[in-house]
Antibody, heavy 118, light 112 residues
Framework: QLQESGPGPVKPSGTLSLTCAVSGGSISSSYWWSWVRQPPGGGLEWIGEIYRSGTTYYNPSLKSRVTISIDKSNNHFSLKLTSVTAADTAVYYC?????????????WGQGTLVTVSS | DVVMTQSPLSLPVTLGQPASISCRSS???????????LSWFQQRPGQSPRRLIY???NRDSGVPERFSGSGSGTDFTLKISRVEAEDVGVYYC?????????FGQGTKLEIK
């Protein structure tokens, strides 16, 4: 199971930080871990993904602002997005799966809405 | 980046009738390893997305047999043989690798 959590609203130019807690399995297993977001009323956007080795792939449209990391001691992975604007307001989903190429989308969290507003 | 274009964007269907959604990519999706990484996702109202199909035509575990995927190169199709009430929602195609993975705009399926 995957469960997203975060601190709530974020101010423009601030940093969005979310964690995805992994239960029923180990973050160190042979899984890929990913983040996908969806603006209100909009479609899905792939943010990036990470493997236990630390190998990452990021969406170039966000690459300069995004960092995905794994915390083995707390069995979770995280998303950090800097210099946010209102355009970053979205439901953020974490997802996971065993396939690097097929994609880490076998399991999904319920999503968490992050609002960027002053 | 590869652009994915779905049609139609809205799909009213009568219960028990078939439905078909098209997805076209801006370039061939045949990857360097010879595989085609095209997936389909379903998002029911108020729910997280769920993958239905991977590598063009492989159904995920638990996905009903009425869902099928086909296609090659740049043209792909998701078919539902007989639409049921629980199929209402938005359907997305997604490609990748190559990275970055990209989604289509989504097709909203509703019951007539």
């Amino acid at each position: 199971q995957l469960q997203e959590s975060g601190p709530g609203p974020v101010k423009p130019s601030g940093t969005l930080s979310l964690t995805c807690a992994v239960s029923g399995g180990s973050i160190s297993s042979s899984y890929w871990w990913s983040w996908v977001r969806q603006p209100p009323g909009g479609g899905l956007e792939w943010i990036g993904e990470i493997y236990r080795s630390g190998t990452t792939y990021y969406n170039p449209s966000l690459k300069s602002r995004v960092t995905i990391s794994i915390d083995k001691s707390n069995n979770h992975f995280s998303l950090k997005l800097t210099s946010v604007t209102a355009a970053d307001t979205a439901v953020y989903y974490c997802a996971a799966g065993p396939g690097q190429f097929v994609g880490p989308f076998d399991y999904w969290g319920q999503g968490t809405l992050v609002t960027v507003s002053s | 980046d590869v652009v994915m274009t779905q049609s139609p964007l809205s799909l009213p269907v009568t219960l028990g009738q078939p439905a078909s959604i098209s997805c076209r990519s801006s370039q061939s999706l045949v990857y360097s390893d010879g595989n085609t990484y095209l997936s389909w996702f379903q998002q029911r109202p108020g729910q997280s997305p769920r993958r239905l199909i991977y590598k063009v035509s492989n159904r995920d575990s638990g996905v009903p047999e009425r869902f099928s995927g086909s296609g090659s190169g740049t043209d792909f199709t998701l078919k539902i043989s007989r639409v049921e009430a629980e199929d209402v929602g938005v359907y997305y195609c997604m490609q990748g690798p190559p990275w970055p993975r990209t989604f289509g705009q989504g097709t909203k399926l509703e019951i007539k």
